[in-house]
């Protein structure tokens, strides 16, 4: 810890950091940096007073189809990258896609989420015409996960009726980002959440935690800049090794970490939409659970169809479905008996 952070008074900190004051970088260096129990969940108790004040007690569900696990990336933390030659690969149907929806639609999810890694196989045609089809036979949010596109596709895209983006930056760190991305620039990435934002998609973004060589100060970086480009959404999970990727023997992140990054970046940035991510899950269940008490108000819930589910191996153990491990009812059950209805509707971010 600098001396800055040791002359530091937490407890004015997350007093200020609460009232909606902003932190400066090494203020959320110092927060991140806490490892006294009772400060860390001081620090929770605040991020969930500002959810509440900022979001309401309503958890929002967004159903996830992980559409395809081909993708002509090579990202070195990610089991779907291109040379991973053991990966079974599939991609569905677009009926297929547009009748899963349709599943989603009779459940309490308002948006469903189409990901899947950069296909080529699925144009921006294509992917146009699934879009319209679940605009059309559904009230569904349509939001992507598809990866970085040119500006014209994006463009079809909205026109098509998809309102939302997910685009990660992974990391504000450009130097180690274009280690984990080869061929890739942080820079390219950051120009397409850019896009986004001006074409009018409500706009996700969003890191890993304990990524290799990533510091203290690179998880202060992404909050401000999460912060600066004003993301709508905002999705922080552990890094997870897989066995088949070139990271495969670095350590996973830290779900305490990951807790910590979720409530400063609700202290920070009010009133965005940020979920409890399935990763925190893989590491401890139990966090994904204790999430919602630091900051968390949405749930993805995967409906990806049970015979690709388990081939979807981004990071080892997410094959956790609503048809196997995670049946809805339980889900909604869980949040209604902690006092957080589900919400209804499209659960858009409110705006200051
Ligand atoms: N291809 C798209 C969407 C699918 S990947 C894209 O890259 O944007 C979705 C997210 O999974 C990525 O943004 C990344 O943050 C996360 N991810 C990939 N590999 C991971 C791993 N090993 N551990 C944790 N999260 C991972
Ligand atoms: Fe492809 Fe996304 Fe995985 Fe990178 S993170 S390899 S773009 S699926």
């Known amino acids: 810890m600098t001396s800055t952070s040791e002359a530091m008074d937490t407890g004015d900190l997350i007093a200020r950091a609460e009232e909606g004051l902003g932190l400066a970088r090494p203020e959320i260096v110092h927060l991140l940096s806490l490892d006294?129990?009772?400060?860390?969940?001081?620090?929770?108790?605040?991020?969930?007073?500002?959810?509440?004040?900022?979001?309401?007690?309503?958890?929002?569900?967004?159903?996830?189809?992980?559409?395809?696990?081909?993708?002509?990336?090579?990202?070195?933390?990610?089991?779907?990258?291109?040379?991973?030659?053991?990966?079974?690969?599939?991609?569905?149907?677009?009926?297929?896609?547009?009748?899963?929806?349709?599943?989603?639609?009779?459940?309490?999810?308002?948006?469903?989420?189409?990901?899947?890694?950069?296909?080529?196989?699925?144009?921006?045609?294509?992917?146009?015409?699934?879009?319209?089809?679940?605009?059309?036979?559904?009230?569904?949010?349509?939001?992507?996960?598809v990866g970085r596109w040119p500006y014209e596709d994006l463009k079809a895209f909205r026109d098509a009726g998809a309102s939302r983006y997910l685009l990660r930056h992974e990391t504000a760190n450009a130097s180690l980002y274009e280690s984990l991305c080869p061929g890739r620039r942080l820079s390219d990435r950051i120009e397409c959440i850019r896009h986004l934002k001006r074409l009018g998609f409500e706009t996700g973004m969003g890191c890993m935690v304990g990524l290799p060589g990533q510091t203290v100060e690179?998880?202060?970086?992404?909050?401000?800049?999460?912060?600066?480009?004003?993301?709508?959404?905002?999705?922080?999970?552990?890094?997870?090794?897989?066995?088949?990727?070139?990271?495969?023997?670095?350590?996973?992140?830290?779900?305490?970490?990951?807790?910590?990054?979720?409530?400063?970046?609700?202290?920070?940035?009010?009133?965005?939409?940020?979920?409890?991510?399935?990763?925190?899950?893989?590491?401890?269940?139990?966090?994904?659970?204790?999430?919602?008490?630091a900051g968390a108000n949405v749930f993805m819930p995967v409906y990806t169809p049970k015979k690709y589910a388990p081939d979807y191996q981004i990071y080892p153990g997410k094959a956790v479905s609503v048809h196997e491990d995670m049946p809805l009812q339980e889900v909604v059950d869980y949040f209604s008996s902690i006092g957080r209805p589900i919400g209804a509707g499209h659960g858009a971010r409110r705006k200051r």
């Open 36 to 145: 006294d129990p009772a400060e860390i969940e001081a620090l929770y108790q605040a991020a969930d007073r500002v959810r509440r004040r900022c979001v309401g007690d309503e958890v929002h569900l967004r159903g996830v189809i992980e559409f395809s696990n081909h993708c002509r990336n090579n990202c070195t933390y990610c089991g779907l990258r291109r040379d991973n030659a053991k990966l079974a690969r599939y991609r569905m149907e677009d009926d297929e896609i547009v009748e899963c929806a349709l599943g989603i639609a009779e459940g309490p999810c308002g948006t469903v989420v189409l990901q899947a890694g950069e296909d080529p196989a699925f144009t921006a045609e294509r992917l146009c015409g699934i879009i319209s089809a679940i605009r059309a036979r559904t009230p569904l949010a349509v939001t992507l996960s």
């Open 218 to 293: 690179d998880l202060a970086s992404d909050i401000l800049l999460m912060q600066e480009m004003d993301a709508d959404m905002i999705g922080i999970g552990p890094f997870i090794p897989h066995g088949d990727t070139p990271l495969a023997g670095h350590p996973p992140g830290d779900a305490e970490m990951v807790l910590k990054m979720l409530a400063v970046t609700r202290l920070v940035t009010r009133d965005t939409n940020i979920p409890a991510t399935t990763a925190l899950g893989v590491l401890r269940a139990e966090a994904r659970k204790r999430a919602f008490f």
